[in-house]
């Protein structure tokens, strides 16, 4: 089984610009630049699944925590626009989620690629979490994490 590229702490951030829940383009050079705040960029699976929802609904009901602390949230998936819009309404997601369809980005982050499922060897979302620093580097970086309890890890880690 053949790993992934893994970020680490002090790599540059790979730039990209993915489309929003409304289809709005999102870049994160430019997130970075206009808010001064550090990017919690989390990928997950796939909208509206079981770990992907608790997960979803966790970054929720902690963002004034990670506002505060001076943090940006950013969820991205390989969902469509169409599907993230249904899933930010129905859960009442407060943070933007970006769709990544053709994975370029997930590949990039390493949150893409072979993995174990159910014991055996599959291709897909590797749940991983990036916290990118205001200066565009990788400050950490969480590989195969659970969806429960994730984000109370990094709010730990993070002191937040």
Not at 138 to 143: I, L
Request: proline share 5%; glycine share 10%.
């Amino acid at each position: 089984m053949s790993d992934p590229i893994r970020l680490e702490t002090g790599d540059p951030a790979p730039d990209f610009t993915l489309d929003d829940a409304d289809g709005k383009p999102v870049t994160l050079s430019q997130v970075l630049a206009e808010t001064g705040k550090r990017v919690v960029l989390y990928f997950y699976p796939a909208a509206m699944t079981p770990g992907c929802t608790t997960e979803a609904c966790d970054f929720r009901d902690n963002l004034r925590d990670f506002d505060s602390a001076g943090l940006t949230v950013l969820g991205v998936s390989p969902d469509t626009t169409d599907k993230l819009a249904k899933f930010r309404d129905k859960e009442g997601l407060t943070f933007t989620l970006l769709g990544d369809p053709d994975k370029e980005t997930l590949r990039a982050y390493g949150a893409f690629g072979e993995k174990k499922n159910y014991g055996r060897v599959v291709q897909g979302v590797i749940r991983s979490t990036i916290v990118v620093g205001t200066d565009g580097k990788v400050e950490r970086a969480f590989y195969n994490v659970k969806a429960t309890g994730h984000v109370d890890r990094i709010k730990r880690e993070l002191g937040v």
